[in-house]
């Protein structure tokens, strides 16, 4: 048996497992699947392809084996695949394992909530990136309304899955001017919201340096109406830097993975909605897990090409970024979730 100390080169353990279940998403947020390029002629997976709930929940037993505490079911958005409460509810059967979230653009929760709550989910994020109607629908591109995501969050709240984060990515001239709407918005109602900064994820949204809002931008316009004071982080390797309102209205987080690289507590691995495995988001290439399993590997055999994928494991992308870097063919974000 692989010992549970698994480290990579930069002794980084492995804790955390983003699932990507599905490359499809209802949206088409131009920062992350732009129309031009996902439009009706992209080839996503087929049925065949992705990953049977089974294998997913093999692999997933495999990795809280060897270490792995959280896992996050992702996307494309995870709730367009049928029966995800399904996967949850065989996810959260898993012993030794500690948190199972979900991200999600929210839309689709009013009709799911419960479900995945009953099924065994205990947290979720939402997206949001704007409270402003215009804003938020050039940004999505699929003519979803801002009062459907607040429907989805208030769906979710009232399913008891607490605490609710909202995830807002920031582009510059696109709608950092919302964000001191948003972080009103959610002040005292217990929802964190979280700003992202925008990445070079993927090679199709024509990223630019420039186009970064810095985390120490957004806090001092949000803390220029509302003051704002650090808080403590949970625990080490929270990707979010908490800040707290000085008035008890909350908090809000930053997740500054440009200007403020976070590279040398990165715990994560991510897992393709085709079983691929990637240990950086910013990887090229993943290694063909849905091969083993398919190809009949033994648990102790993936367990083995697990760790073995791990102990060499050498990235820290974040802080070697320059915008030259930036342009390189990278997996797409809708392929392994944010
Ligand atoms: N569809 C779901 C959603 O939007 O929440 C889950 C998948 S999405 C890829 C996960 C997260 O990544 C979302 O919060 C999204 O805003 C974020 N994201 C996508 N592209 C990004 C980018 N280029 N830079 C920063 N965050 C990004
Ligand atoms: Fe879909 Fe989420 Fe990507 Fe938007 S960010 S296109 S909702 S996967
Ligand atoms: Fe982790 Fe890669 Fe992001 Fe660095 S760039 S924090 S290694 S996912």
């Known amino acids: 048996m692989v010992s549970m100390s698994l480290l990579d080169t930069r002794d980084r353990p492995l804790r955390d497992l983003r699932i990507s279940v599905t490359d499809r998403c209802n949206f088409r947020c131009r920062y992350c699947m732009p129309r031009e390029v996902f439009g009706p002629d992209y080839a996503f997976l087929n049925r065949a392809e992705i990953l049977t709930y089974e294998e997913i929940v093999r692999l997933a037993r495999v990795f809280v084996e060897l270490g792995v505490e959280k896992i996050r079911l992702t996307g494309g958005e995870p709730l367009v695949r049928r029966g995800l409460d399904e996967l949850i509810g065989q996810l959260s059967g898993i012993e030794g394992l500690r948190d199972l979230t979900l991200t999600t653009n929210g839309s689709l929760l009013r009709a799911q909530a419960p479900r995945l709550k009953a099924a065994?989910?205990?947290?979720?994020?939402?997206?949001?990136?704007?409270?402003?109607?215009?804003?938020?629908?050039?940004?999505?591109?699929?003519?979803?309304?801002?009062?459907?995501?607040?429907?989805?969050?208030?769906?979710?709240?009232?399913?008891?899955?607490?605490?609710i984060k909202i995830n807002a990515v920031v582009q510059k001239g696109v709608n950092?001017?919302?964000?001191?709407?948003?972080?009103r918005h959610f002040r005292g109602s217990g929802h964190i919201v979280r700003f992202i900064e925008f990445m070079d994820v993927g090679s199709t949204n024509g990223w630019r340096m420039n186009d970064v809002?810095?985390?120490?931008?957004?806090?001092?316009?949000?803390?220029?109406?509302?003051?704002?004071?650090?808080?403590?982080?949970?625990?080490?390797?929270?990707?979010?830097?908490?800040?707290?309102?000085?008035?008890?209205?909350?908090?809000?987080?930053?997740?500054?993975?440009?200007?403020?690289?976070?590279c040398g507590d990165c715990t994560r691995a991510r897992l393709s909605a085709e079983g691929e495995l990637y240990t950086c988001l910013f990887a090229s290439k993943g290694q063909d897990f849905r091969a083993l399993l398919r190809g009949g590997a033994s648990d102790e055999e993936l367990r083995e090409a697990v760790a073995r994928v791990w102990r060499v494991r050498d990235d820290r992308y974040s802080e070697i970024r320059t915008e030259e870097t930036a342009g390189l063919r990278k997996v797409e974000m809708s392929h392994i979730g944010g």
Not at 123 to 151: C, K
């Open 176 to 183: 950092d001017h919302t964000i001191v709407d948003l972080a």
């Open 120 to 163: 065994g989910l205990t947290r979720i994020t939402i997206s949001l990136d704007s409270m402003d109607e215009a804003v938020f629908q050039r940004m999505n591109d699929a003519g979803v309304s801002v009062a459907t995501v607040l429907d989805g969050i208030d769906a979710a709240a009232e399913a008891g899955l607490q605490p």
């Open 213 to 262: 809002v810095t985390a120490r931008e957004i806090v001092e316009r949000v803390g220029a109406e509302f003051p704002l004071e650090p808080a403590e982080a949970n625990y080490r390797g929270e990707v979010a830097q908490r800040w707290r309102y000085t008035d008890g209205g909350g908090e809000i987080g930053v997740i500054a993975s440009i200007s403020q690289p976070f």
